[in-house]
């Protein structure tokens, strides 16, 4: 569940786990070290390492504000605390990009984003425009997986296999002040929904950019947008997604004028990676936190952060129901050696997008580790929930005993008290499970773990294991091999390797149709390895790479028909100074001709960061 910091997070933590283990982490919990930072997310280990001991503690000599309303502050706010305020005391042990780091994670978004950001202040306007219409009326790519069934398949492609060699830039959009760009792009009736890191959503024109509206959100979004239209109104049609805080929005797709929002989740660490899934007039949010990131620092009560989907109603934002991963609350356990309280069972985040089984009236998720000894049943697990009431239909573990905290690497007598006794390896489901028809008219449900194991499981049978196959063939593997997950066609899974390259499996067994190595090249040549999600079309499969190079591979022999480096500067349709750079989470939206990509995932510090989305059009 380390994934809870972001869903990048957890992604992270699979990146970052070599490196730690080099740099004999030890003593993390009682001090923070500059090696410790990790991009964009460490602010929330700092927090952890540095402040919990008074905020977060109800024992405190001086009452402190709780975590969760530090959270409500603005990024300045945070900032002049801890420089010229009531922490600057506190904030003296830390260097001054430590202090911005702590309040922009603590704050879910940059400091000084908000001017800039705004549509009204940007050059490149759309005049009128098509009128918004029914998404379904034109080819799309809604939300995450392209369907309910997550398989991040594009059948309309207007770009196929032979002209994928001819895709040329048409356009680049710039994130003012950006440092990630980790939303997948949603393309519906001929307009681009994305969010930023920079805690602005927007929506453009697929075959311009020009911008139609901007929306101001309360935290960074880096999930998947998803367009619906809204039970009791036809013709109007809503923007779903969620934030760095736990909540989600509905906007007018239209306009960009809030139509709800609701808080999820009321943990601190709590936040929304995977994108929620709509389907039917409600959404299901996978709910995920950051608290696994330095829940090893010996002032910080570990752990109380337990993963969770919550279906709304997507007219109103109402709660219909949440289930917990874990389901009982955490309780009270020991005390460590500063009297700090331990609490567990806790972990188990979610943080991949659901998968809708309309069939079965079920949707299926994969859960992360569990930070708490002994470690829970539904830790490590693919998941599934009845549609309407959220019970649990059943539960297929795959790795027992993975309790896992970030900063528990050294040697077992050097770790924080926090640390489970016997560190798990990591091993989450961060990829969202896909569901596909064999020819044979059987349903399969394609699970992939960070461990390399790709499940198929049966999903009329409980989830019975149909098979198991691990995609590297070497040893020892990187951790993890896989992260954000693959696509899948009528014949093949197709996955990014972290170790660099592409293999395909057949849905029917599991068999290995072909593997491509890619090397990292250029300046970032040690940048190497695919943890970015896969794209398929007919024909072709499309992955980025952490170098910042993107790929097209024939999907029938895995041969390379396309690569294009976006890890450079852009001259971009709003003015803005944009550079491309690692691939993370999100994968191509390809629809109508074009393909459409964030590129510069800068959240693990090992990574190349950026603020730009590109489209490509075939020439
Ligand atoms: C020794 C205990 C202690 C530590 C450590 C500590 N704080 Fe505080 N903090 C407090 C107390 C007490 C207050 C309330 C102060 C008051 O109201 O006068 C506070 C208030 C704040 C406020 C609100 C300030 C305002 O003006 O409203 C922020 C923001 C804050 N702390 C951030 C942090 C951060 C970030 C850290 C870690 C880098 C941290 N604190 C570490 C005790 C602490």
Avoid at 64 to 76: C, V
Avoid at 364 to 381: I, L, N, R, W
Avoid at 432 to 455: C, D, E, T, Y
């Amino acid at each position: 569940m380390r994934m809870g910091r972001s869903g990048i997070a957890l992604l992270l933590v699979a990146f970052c786990a070599c490196s730690a283990i080099a740099l004999g982490q030890g003593q993390s919990h009682s001090s923070y070290k500059a090696e410790d930072r990790l991009g964009t997310e460490s602010g929330f280990g700092i927090f952890q390492l540095r402040c919990t001991r008074c905020h977060g503690n109800p024992g405190a000599a001086k009452p402190a504000p709780a975590p969760s309303t530090l959270r409500q502050l603005a990024p300045e706010a945070i900032y002049d605390a801890l420089t010229t305020g009531t922490m600057k005391v506190q904030g003296r042990s830390l260097s001054d990009e430590e202090r911005r780091r702590v309040a922009e994670s603590l704050s879910g978004r940059p400091l000084g984003g908000a001017q800039p950001g705004d549509a009204s202040n940007m050059p490149n306007h759309c005049a009128g425009g098509l009128p918004f219409r029914d998404p379904l009326a034109s080819p799309a790519w809604n939300g995450w997986g392209a369907d309910p069934s997550n398989s991040r398949f594009q059948p309309a492609a207007t770009v196929s296999a032979e002209q994928a060699p001819r895709l040329k830039l048409k356009w680049a959009f710039g994130y003012p002040n950006g440092v990630t760009a980790a939303s997948q792009p949603t393309i519906v009736s001929g307009r681009v929904f994305v969010g930023t890191d920079i805690a602005y959503v927007y929506s453009l024109d697929a075959a311009t950019g020009c911008v139609y509206w901007s929306f101001r959100t309360k935290a960074s979004v880096r999930n998947a947008i998803s367009i619906g239209e809204i039970a009791g109104h036809a013709g109007k049609y809503a923007a779903y997604f969620g934030d760095a805080k736990a909540n989600v929005y509905a906007l007018d797709a239209a306009t960009g004028e809030l139509l709800w929002t609701t808080h999820v989740e009321d943990h601190f660490t709590a936040r929304i990676a995977g994108a929620p899934t709509l389907h039917a007039g409600r959404l299901y949010v996978p709910v995920s936190s950051f608290e696994e990131f330095n829940a090893d620092a010996s002032d910080y009560p570990c752990c109380t952060f337990r993963g969770s989907v919550v279906a709304l109603d997507a007219a109103t934002g109402r709660q219909i129901w949440k289930t917990y991963v874990i389901p009982e609350e955490p309780k009270p356990t020991r005390k460590n050696s500063t009297g700090t309280q331990l609490f567990a069972p806790a972990g188990a985040s979610v943080w991949n997008s659901p998968t809708v089984d309309v069939e079965a009236h079920a949707i299926y998720f994969g859960t992360g580790d569990s930070e708490t000894e002994p470690a829970v049943k539904t830790s490590d697990s693919v998941m599934a929930l009845d549609m309407d009431s959220g019970k649990l239909l059943w539960n297929f573990q795959a790795t027992e005993n993975d309790a896992y905290i970030r900063g528990c690497w050294g040697s077992p007598k050097k770790r924080s008290e926090n640390c489970p006794r016997t560190l798990g390896p990591d091993w989450d489901f961060g990829a969202s499970p896909i569901l596909r028809k064999l020819g044979n008219g059987h349903r399969v449900l394609i699970a992939a773990q960070k461990s390399g194991n790709v499940f198929a499981l049966d999903p009329d049978r409980q989830g019975a294991l149909l098979w198991k196959v691990n995609v590297e063939s070497k040893r020892p593997r990187p951790n993890p091999v896989l992260v954000w997950g693959g696509a899948a066609d009528a014949q093949n899974a197709y996955f990014g390797l972290t170790s660099g390259g592409m293999v395909a499996l057949r849905l029917e067994d599991g068999a290995r149709q072909w593997f491509t190595p890619m090397v990292a090249k250029g300046a970032s040549r040690e940048r190497k390895g695919m943890a970015a999600a896969a794209t398929a079309i007919p024909g072709a499969v499309f992955v980025g790479g952490w170098d910042g190079r993107l790929h097209a591979l024939s999907s029938s022999d895995g041969h390379e028909l396309w690569e294009y480096n976006t890890a450079r500067q852009f001259t971009t349709v709003n003015h803005v100074t944009a550079h491309g750079g690692s691939f993370g989470a999100p994968g191509p939206a390809i629809v109508g001709g074009m393909l459409f990509v964030a590129s510069g995932y800068g959240v693990f510090g090992n990574d190349l960061p950026g603020n730009v989305l590109l489209a490509f059009s075939v020439e």
